[in-house]
């Protein structure tokens, strides 16, 4: 699988960052450059810089030359803009994808670096199709209340396209370093039937031996920090561009929140070092894993439900630096 490029969202927030950069250099306003460039709408301009709207690249390149932008500079926005544009290229490489699952493969997208946590589940670039099934349709005996709109999506579907984005942990080049520390809890018997989570325990020691991953539980006695709690689950996401900003996702319940401001990713990357200072080590991981699949091999049944990595596995090597240093 060729690298992945950056997703045309990503692109456009890039994008929008380095317009309203160049304006303020300039010392122009937002109604002077409408002004200027005789734009019917006011609101044409902030939602390029905003990131909200498709760009055209005549409208990017009458504010570039407006701006006084250099030809090198003219030149990597104007394919920055291109990239932003090709929405339905850029899905090509996914075989299915729905829009709930859209906003995080947009993120994912382009990485470099994916750390994450979730209180009480198997991460989603880790699970099976079992246990995403599982979780899926749960969730929406939850959602679905009366008044409440039918999904759009049947089950089936949303667990091909959570799968259809975790191509990215095993592709040939530029696999992103992905680190995840889950909760002995994600893996316990409230999580799914025994042959579900004898697959998911499976499938998490074959990635736990890819060279890219970085796998952590957390024991249900490890104390984090001092006593803290993490709430919510959270990932952090840096890009193999280093210009594009980094981001936070923090997931709820029903809502989903992502953020680039600086202090609150840090907030989180503090966290992150805590959870992965607690939990046991990736080679202690690993063993656990093993034992804990071990107890339930007489339990569990054939699963027809396919999972797993086709990628031989290979000698684990962990990956050093701290976050808040990078």
């Not at 997208?109 to 979780?135: D, F, H, K, M, W």
């Not at 709820?252 to 070092?273: C, H, I, P, Q, W």
């Not at 656990?288 to 339930?296: C, D, F, K, V």
């Amino acid at each position: 699988m060729p690298p992945a490029s950056p997703s045309p969202i990503l692109r456009r927030r890039r994008l929008g960052t380095e317009l309203r950069r160049l304006r303020e250099a300039a010392g122009l306003t937002g109604d002077q450059v409408i002004e200027r460039i005789g734009w019917a709408s006011a609101s044409k301009l902030s939602r390029l810089e905003n990131g909200r709207s498709r760009p055209d690249p005549e409208d990017v390149r009458t504010l570039l030359d407006l701006y006084g932008a250099d030809e090198s500079l003219h030149d990597e926005l104007l394919g920055i803009t291109l990239e932003a544009g090709d929405m339905r290229g850029w899905l090509k490489n996914f075989p299915v994808m729905t829009q709930q699952q859209r906003s995080f493969a947009e993120l994912e997208a382009g990485c470099a670096e994916i750390s994450e946590y979730n209180p009480v589940l198997v991460p989603g670039l880790l699970q099976t199709a079992g246990y995403a099934g599982v979780r899926i349709v749960s969730a929406r005996q939850v959602g679905n209340q009366a008044g409440d709109p039918e999904p759009t999506e049947d089950p089936e579907t949303e667990v091909q396209a959570r799968l259809a984005r975790q191509s990215l942990l095993v592709r040939e080049y530029d696999a992103p370093r992905y680190t995840a520390v889950i909760e002995e809890a994600a893996l316990g018997h409230r999580a799914g039937p025994p042959e579900v989570l004898h697959e998911q325990l499976v499938q998490l020691c074959e990635l736990a031996m890819l060279p890219n991953v970085t796998l952590h539980v957390l024991l249900r006695e490890a104390r984090v920090g001092d006593w803290y709690l993490p709430p919510t689950a959270f990932s952090l996401y840096r890009f193999a561009d280093p210009l594009d900003p980094e981001t936070v996702a923090i997931e709820g319940g029903f809502t989903d929140v992502m953020s680039t401001d600086a202090k609150t990713l840090n907030r989180y990357k503090v966290v992150f070092e805590w959870l992965c200072t607690a939990a046991l080590p990736a080679s202690d991981t690993l063993s656990w894993l093993i034992e804990a699949t071990g107890r339930l091999t007489g339990t569990a049944s054939p699963s027809t439900v396919a999972y797993g990595s086709a990628t031989a596995p290979v000698q684990r090597r962990r990956q050093p630096g701290r976050l808040t240093d990078r």
